[in-house]
T-cell receptor, first 114, second 114 residues
C-alpha cells in the first residue's frame, strides 16, 4: 500500500518568515495530494491540494509543489502569522474506484513565534 | 463548517468493555469514514461506508466494527476495548467518494482505555 513520510515533525519560525514542509510518497499511481491543517481541539481541514498533472498551485500565502519523478511534494507558507500555528498533514491517494481513501503523513507541528 | 457531530467527545473506559462511538451528519453525504489519530502515525483509516449498510475495511480495522443503518449515522464499535485503542477518533464525510474530493472532519472523540 501507499506510504507517506513527512518532515519535519516540528517546525518553529518567526512571524513573517517562510515555512516549508516536505512529504514523500511511495505509490507511483497516487495522483492526488491534499494538505490538511488541524488546530487544537478540532478536526483537520483542507487548506490546499494538487493533482498529479500540475506541478505547482498557489492560494494567497500558501503553495504546494509536486515532483512526480522524485515522488515528493511540499507545502510552502510565506509571511507566516500566529494563526498559522497548527499541525499540518500531507496525504496522498489514487483512484480506487470507490471512496476517497487518503494515506496521511505523520504531521508537522508548526509554531509561529512573535 | 460541515454538519458533523461526534459523540461522545471524551470517554474513559476499562479494558475489555464494549464501546460505541457515534458520528452524525446533516449534509446527506454518501461516504463516511472513521480515522484514528496517534502520535507518530498521523491519521489512519479504520473503516468507511459508501451507503446505508455498505461498509468496507481500512488499513487498521482489526478490533473494530461499524454499522450504518441510516444515511446520517455511522457507528464505530470496539467490541472489547484494549489499551492500544486509546486514541483520538475522527469521523469524516465526503459526497461522492472520488479522488480529489474534499473530506470534512468532525471534531473528534478522545478515547482512553485503562
Amino acid at each position: 500500500g501507499e506510504n507517506v513520510e513527512q518532515h519535519p515533525s516540528t517546525l518553529s519560525v518567526q512571524e513573517g518568515d517562510s515555512a516549508v514542509i516536505k512529504c514523500t510518497y511511495s505509490d507511483s499511481a497516487s495522483n492526488y495530494f491534499p494538505w490538511y491543517k488541524q488546530e487544537l481541539g478540532k478536526g483537520p481541514q483542507l487548506i490546499i491540494d494538487i493533482r498529479s498533472n500540475v506541478g505547482e498551485k498557489k492560494d494567497q500565502r500558501i503553495a504546494v509543489t509536486l515532483n512526480k519523478t522524485a515522488k515528493h511534494f511540499s507545502l510552502h507558507i510565506t509571511e507566516t502569522q500566529p494563526e498559522d500555528s497548527a499541525v499540518y498533514f500531507c496525504a496522498a491517494s489514487r483512484d480506487t474506484g470507490t471512496a476517497s481513501k487518503l494515506t496521511f503523513g505523520t504531521g508537522t507541528r508548526l509554531q509561529v513565534t512573535l | 463548517d460541515a454538519g458533523i457531530t461526534q459523540s461522545p467527545r471524551h470517554k474513559v473506559t476499562e479494558t475489555g468493555t464494549p464501546v460505541t462511538l457515534r458520528c452524525h451528519q446533516t449534509e446527506n453525504h454518501r461516504y463516511m469514514y472513521w480515522y484514528r489519530q496517534d502520535p507518530g502515525h498521523g491519521l489512519r483509516l479504520i473503516h468507511y461506508s459508501y451507503g446505508v449498510k455498505d461498509t468496507d475495511k481500512g488499513e487498521v480495522s482489526d478490533g473494530y466494527s461499524v454499522s450504518r443503518s441510516k444515511t446520517e449515522d455511522f457507528l464505530l464499535t470496539l467490541e472489547s476495548a484494549t489499551s492500544s485503542q486509546t486514541s483520538v477518533y475522527f469521523c469524516a464525510i465526503s459526497d461522492q467518494g472520488r479522488v480529489g474530493e474534499k473530506l470534512f472532519f468532525g471534531s473528534g472523540t478522545q478515547l482512553s482505555v485503562l
